[in-house]
């Protein structure tokens, strides 16, 4: 929560859905929650649209793509092994 404003902003309740926050802090946050309609509802719209994105597949990566990055790991694999000796 900042802390010149009594709600909660958008990448502290994302933190929160995302497990980073716990313990006192995490606490205080979910009381606040739930006392505060807005900041509840806030926390419910960011929760559905990572939802809505974790449902969508994601795009297959083109091909020359996939070439050039099996080429750079095929590079540094074979510093690494240089390296090595």
Same mark, same amino acid.
């Given at each position: 929560?900042?802390?010149?404003?009594?709600?909660?902003?958008?990448?502290? %309740? =994302?933190?929160?859905?995302?497990?980073?926050?716990?313990?006192?802090?995490? #606490? /205080?946050?979910? +009381?606040? @929650? &739930?006392?505060?309609?807005?900041?509840?509802?806030?926390?419910?719209?960011?929760?559905?649209?990572?939802?809505? %994105? =974790?449902?969508?597949?994601?795009?297959?990566?083109?091909?020359?793509?996939? #070439? /050039?990055?099996? +080429?750079? @790991? &095929?590079?540094?694999?074979?510093?690494?092994?240089?390296?090595?000796?």
């Amino acid at each position: 929560m900042r802390r010149q404003s009594a709600h909660v902003d958008a990448e502290v %309740l =994302a933190e929160l859905s995302a497990g980073l926050i716990d313990g006192k802090r995490a #606490t /205080r946050i979910h +009381a606040h @929650l &739930a006392g505060c309609q807005r900041c509840a509802q806030h926390s419910a719209s960011l929760t559905e649209i990572s939802t809505l %994105l =974790a449902s969508v597949p994601s795009p297959r990566m083109p091909d020359d793509v996939v #070439t /050039r990055l099996n +080429a750079t @790991l &095929a590079q540094e694999a074979a510093r690494d092994r240089k390296s090595v000796v």
